[in-house]
């Protein structure tokens, strides 16, 4: 699966990859985008040209009286130079009090109707597929209302209700946490993933306990801490049954995928995730491609994570011919759902980008927003590959701007 590099040059190459433009990146962009030369913005700024250069090739740190000189110049927001979280979405922050309310009260709900049990199911499976399509603005608008509904159900005197709520918890606080963690409410984000985490151990079933643990990695992710995020998928794996049925073998499948990206991205041995690639390979051999517990698996999902650890291996080559040899799964990439698809066309465009095709890189970022453009709109490494198109151009197409400002970027 790997190409032949050595160590050094592997881990040059998943640092230059991965995100994190500078302050002085951003500022290069932005003035590209607005067809500015160094002299002038360094004359719209009332800085020097020896500075504004400093800055750019990141030879020199830049003051935050400097840096509010150089976005009024650009007509940018200060934070987005710097390279902070900028809000992409007021509907879904103005609903994230509410979603705190009622995971606040998770033990407290407030008194109120509860819907028959087949009308919850039904109302759990349409928070699914908005969460698969990245439908964040409606999910963070509803659940604050059906997660005290199935909290009063589980709290019920009912006790084969209280199972199936607490079941359907899971996938509710799952729901949640995606609007929470995409959205860069870590602390909320962690609260819902232990929630998730109890109420699967409560229904004691091992395919969503698999499930909690394959969510809460998300932690880990936020933090960058990836070994304790390694050794719980590992542990997870450890205490799972032998998969006898899809819907276990896919959440072991899940978890096998998982850390395979994981360990590809923190270890420069990357024997580990090999052995988790080859592991999931196996039973997506015997899994049809679907949903199970919220979690796509199967051929075409295995398809999509080579592809994204080829990318955390920092080998664009591999990333760009695994996809290349996809075409024909082209179709099939529809049965993923949106959120998987559009990630895997960020992660084709961070390598073709590495590789230098830039046009190409450009239009798979547009067949990720064409996709899903809320999950397209709040991902880090959307912004980085759109600062890095941007710096490319001594002129930059007018699409491409435009796409930066859309997604912040700039």
Not at 24 to 48: E, M
Not at 79 to 89: H, K, P, Q, W
Not at 297 to 309: K, M, Q, W
Request: with cysteine.
């Amino acid at each position: 699966m790997v190409s032949g590099y050595g160590a050094d040059t592997m881990d040059r190459r998943r640092a230059q990859m991965r995100p994190g433009n500078s302050v002085g990146d951003r500022i290069a962009a932005s003035r590209t985008a607005r067809r500015l030369t160094q002299r002038q913005l360094a004359a719209a700024a009332h800085v020097s040209l020896s500075l504004l250069r400093k800055v750019e090739q990141g030879d020199r740190p830049v003051t935050d009286r400097t840096l509010t000189a150089i976005a009024e110049a650009l007509g940018a927001e200060p934070d987005v130079l710097a390279g902070e979280r900028r809000s992409t979405d007021s509907r879904v922050h103005a609903a994230v009090p509410n979603l705190r309310t009622a995971i606040d009260a998770y033990d407290l709900p407030e008194d109120g109707p509860v819907r028959p049990s087949a009308q919850l199911r039904r109302a759990i499976g349409e928070t699914t597929r908005w969460r698969l399509s990245s439908q964040y603005t409606r999910l963070a608008e509803s659940l604050p209302e059906l997660l005290g509904e199935l909290t009063r159900c589980r709290l019920g005197e009912d006790s084969d209700r209280r199972v199936a709520a607490a079941r359907l918890l899971v996938s509710a606080y799952r729901a949640a946490d995606a609007v929470a963690y995409k959205y860069g409410y870590y602390d909320l984000s962690a609260r819902l993933v232990e929630l998730m985490r109890a109420s699967a151990e409560a229904v004691e079933e091992p395919a969503l306990l698999a499930t909690a643990a394959y969510v809460r990695t998300e932690v880990f992710f936020a933090s960058d801490n990836l070994a304790p995020g390694l050794r719980l998928l590992e542990k997870a794996l450890d205490d799972a049954p032998t998969p006898h049925d899809s819907e276990l073998r896919a959440a072991v499948g899940a978890l096998h995928m998982r850390a395979a990206v994981v360990a590809a991205r923190m270890t420069k041995d990357l024997a580990a995730a090999d052995e988790h690639f080859q592991h999931a390979r196996r039973l997506a051999e015997v899994v049809p491609e679907g949903v199970y517990n919220g979690t796509a698996f199967g051929p075409v999902s295995l398809h999509v994570h080579e592809v994204a650890l080829s990318v955390e291996r920092g080998d664009a080559a591999r990333a760009v011919e695994v996809a290349r040899g996809g075409a024909a799964l082209a179709g099939s990439l529809e049965r993923v759902p949106e959120e998987r698809r559009s990630h895997y066309y960020i992660d084709v465009a961070r390598a073709q980008l590495w590789l230098g095709r830039r046009d190409e890189a450009f239009r798979s970022l547009q067949a990720a927003r064409r996709i899903a453009p809320q999950h397209t709109r709040e991902h880090p490494y959307v912004r980085d590959v759109l600062v890095r198109l941007l710096r490319l151009h001594a002129s930059p197409p007018h699409a491409l701007v435009a796409f930066a400002e859309w997604a912040r970027a700039i």
